[in-house]
């Protein structure tokens, strides 16, 4: 019988599907190809802090995959054998309870939860960040006589500054440690909010304007690893990244000599040029560093012309306004501006007076109490 053209576009029509398919199938592999890109370094970290929250997060997906892949099994099963076309599978529309299905329906997960909590609770505690480390890793415990690193963190826009206060150094965009020694971070924020990120040694923290946050860390293996910003802080984010270094320690030695050899001095007044925005900076060493910057930063009054926040505090816990009000406002009219180097400029005056009650009622006087602030002339 000769072929119909409807047969004929048939066989054709499956032809093309099979052809399809054999050619789709390299086509598979493409997306496992593109994961071996990837770095997996959150799997593999090289810090017992990261390692500790990769197991964590190992344990947690391993309980509740005990859950997931059973109720994914049993739907497919009963799926397929509850077919219509199953003839042979037991009908039962009255059927309604089972008391020994309710128990395991209910006991599984109830376990489940009852170690997830307990694992979350305890690793919550002892992972937290602002918790100084007991151990170098899991064998290990802290040698009596090591003495921790110290790093000041600083997130600009956008930008990272190091600021290692024992040693009197400071960096841009490069981050060094010795491998096995505690690592007590100190984090702020210039401006925006920002996160400080490296996979390989710890979880993310915040680092925020105003305000310090903490994190205690070690770094096991020797290497260079990756840092960057976990939260988006505008136009420079993407390439807001840094290199972390795990050096040995006579290797980190030689790192802080080749800082103070190759930097320059920085203080307040390089601090506010550096923090004014910009974008792929490179990496910068200096060889000084004023003690008292940090705590400047966090205050926020790098600028001097500026209060610090410590100091609006101490005035508002101490009533705030009044005699101290114009203190602080006479001190800070007659400061000079960092970036000036001119002297001090002449004394401003100021009516520094206040009426202060004597007496209450209807028959109370007032009286007014003046006091001279040095440098500064009272009318």
Same mark, same amino acid.
């Given at each position: 019988?000769?072929?119909?053209?409807?047969?004929?576009?048939?066989?054709?029509?499956?032809?093309?599907?099979?052809?399809?398919?054999?050619?789709?199938?390299?086509?598979?592999?493409?997306?496992?190809?593109?994961?071996?890109?990837?770095?997996?370094?959150?799997?593999?970290?090289?810090?017992?802090?990261?390692?500790?929250?990769?197991?964590?997060?190992?344990?947690?997906?391993?309980?509740?995959?005990?859950?997931?892949?059973?109720?994914?099994?049993?739907?497919?099963?009963?799926?397929?054998?509850?077919?219509?076309?199953?003839?042979?599978?037991?009908?039962?529309?009255?059927?309604?309870?089972?008391?020994?299905?309710?128990?395991?329906?209910?006991?599984?997960?109830?376990?489940?939860?009852?170690?997830?909590?307990?694992?979350?609770?305890?690793?919550?505690?002892?992972?937290?960040?602002?918790?100084?480390?007991?151990?170098?890793?899991?064998?290990?415990?802290?040698?009596?006589?090591?003495?921790?690193?110290?790093?000041?963190?600083?997130?600009?826009?956008?930008?990272?500054?190091?600021?290692?206060?024992?040693?009197?150094?400071?960096?841009?965009?490069?981050?060094?440690?010795?491998?096995?020694?505690?690592?007590?971070?100190?984090?702020?924020?210039?401006?925006?909010?920002?996160?400080?990120?490296?996979?390989?040694?710890?979880?993310?923290?915040?680092?925020?304007?105003?305000?310090?946050?903490?994190?205690?860390?070690?770094?096991?293996?020797?290497?260079?690893?990756?840092?960057?910003?976990?939260?988006?802080?505008?136009?420079?984010?993407?390439?807001?990244?840094?290199?972390?270094?795990? +050096?040995?320690?006579?290797?980190?030695?030689?790192?802080?000599?080749?800082?103070?050899?190759?930097?320059?001095?920085?203080?307040?007044?390089?601090?506010?040029?550096?923090?004014?925005?910009?974008?792929?900076?490179?990496?910068?060493? +200096?060889?000084?560093?004023?003690?008292?910057?940090?705590?400047?930063?966090?205050?926020?009054?790098?600028?001097?012309?500026?209060?610090?926040?410590?100091?609006?505090?101490?005035?508002?816990?101490?009533?705030? =306004?009044?005699?101290?009000?114009?203190?602080?406002?006479?001190?800070?009219?007659?400061?000079?501006?960092?970036?000036?180097?001119?002297?001090?400029?002449?004394?401003?005056?100021?009516?520094?007076?206040?009426?202060?009650?004597? =007496?209450?009622?209807?028959?109370?006087?007032?009286?007014?109490?003046?006091?001279?602030?040095?440098?500064?002339?009272?009318?």
């Amino acid at each position: 019988m000769p072929a119909t053209p409807s047969s004929l576009i048939d066989r054709s029509g499956q032809g093309l599907m099979k052809a399809l398919v054999a050619n789709a199938k390299p086509l598979a592999l493409v997306p496992f190809l593109m994961l071996a890109g990837c770095n997996m370094v959150v799997l593999a970290p090289s810090g017992d802090i990261a390692v500790q929250q990769r197991n964590l997060i190992a344990i947690s997906t391993m309980l509740m995959l005990l859950i997931i892949v059973p109720v994914i099994a049993l739907t497919l099963f009963f799926a397929w054998k509850y077919r219509q076309s199953n003839t042979n599978a037991t009908y039962e529309p009255e059927w309604h309870h089972s008391t020994r299905l309710e128990l395991v329906i209910w006991s599984a997960p109830l376990a489940i939860i009852i170690a997830l909590g307990s694992v979350t609770w305890i690793s919550t505690h002892k992972l937290d960040p602002y918790r100084p480390l007991d151990r170098i890793d899991a064998t290990r415990s802290i040698p009596a006589n090591i003495k921790p690193l110290n790093v000041e963190v600083v997130a600009l826009d956008w930008k990272w500054l190091f600021l290692y206060p024992d040693q009197g150094i400071a960096t841009v965009n490069e981050l060094a440690a010795p491998v096995d020694t505690p690592i007590n971070f100190k984090i702020t924020s210039s401006s925006v909010m920002n996160s400080f990120f490296v996979p390989a040694l710890a979880g993310q923290i915040y680092a925020m304007p105003g305000m310090e946050t903490k994190l205690h860390a070690v770094i096991n293996q020797a290497g260079e690893y990756q840092g960057f910003s976990a939260n988006y802080s505008g136009a420079g984010f993407s390439n807001m990244r840094f290199k972390f270094h795990g +050096f040995s320690q006579a290797d980190f030695d030689e790192w802080v000599k080749k800082v103070r050899s190759e930097g320059n001095r920085f203080g307040r007044f390089e601090y506010l040029k550096l923090e004014q925005p910009s974008e792929k900076d490179p990496v910068r060493y +200096f060889s000084s560093l004023d003690p008292k910057l940090y705590d400047a930063i966090l205050n926020m009054c790098v600028d001097q012309s500026k209060m610090c926040m410590n100091e609006m505090m101490h005035i508002d816990a101490n009533g705030g =306004g009044g005699m101290e009000g114009i203190n602080n406002v006479i001190r800070l009219a007659n400061k000079s501006e960092p970036w000036s180097k001119q002297p001090d400029r002449p004394a401003k005056p100021f009516v520094a007076a206040l009426c202060t009650p004597t =007496g209450t009622g209807p028959g109370g006087s007032l009286e007014t109490a003046t006091r001279r602030f040095d440098g500064t002339r009272i009318d």
